[in-house]
């Protein structure tokens, strides 16, 4: 599976972003996640999404101001960000997992085979 990752740029607070993530090489059959990574911090989970996207899953953080959904017919997956603040300023890497689901393990790094290649975010304040 190669994941290609876009859509981030620089934002005001409270402004909004939309990334994607396209899939290919294989079926998209996977539970899907989205994570972040700051300067100086470790990756920590975003949000994820199951292959029929009737469960969804967000970090605290994030709960109420973003929204993972997906299009399976275009092996897409987005992660739409709405009031942006400067603590989500990060390097936001999409990725796919093969052989888990639910919310205890798609919130960890170690449940995922493939990620993209990530796509920096900037929201100034």
């Known amino acids: 599976v190669q994941l290609q990752a876009s859509g981030g740029g620089l934002v005001q607070a409270g402004g909004s972003l939309r990334l994607s993530c396209a899939a290919s090489?294989?079926?998209?059959?996977?539970?899907m996640g989205w994570f972040r990574q700051a300067p100086g911090k470790e990756r920590e989970f975003v949000a994820a999404?199951?292959?029929?996207?009737?469960?969804?899953y967000y970090a605290d953080s994030v709960r109420g101001r973003f929204t993972i959904s997906r299009e399976n017919a275009k092996n897409t997956v987005y992660l739409q960000m709405n009031s942006l603040k400067p603590e989500d300023t990060a390097v936001y890497y999409c990725?796919?997992?093969?052989?888990?689901?639910?919310?205890?393990?798609?919130?960890?790094?170690?449940?995922?085979?493939?990620w993209g290649q990530g796509t920096l975010v900037t929201v100034s304040s």
């Open positions: 090489g294989r079926t998209f059959s996977n539970c």
């Open positions: 990725a796919a997992s093969t052989s888990f689901s639910g919310n205890y393990y798609l919130r960890r790094v170690n449940a995922y085979d493939y």
């Open positions: 999404i199951s292959w029929s996207a009737s469960s969804t």
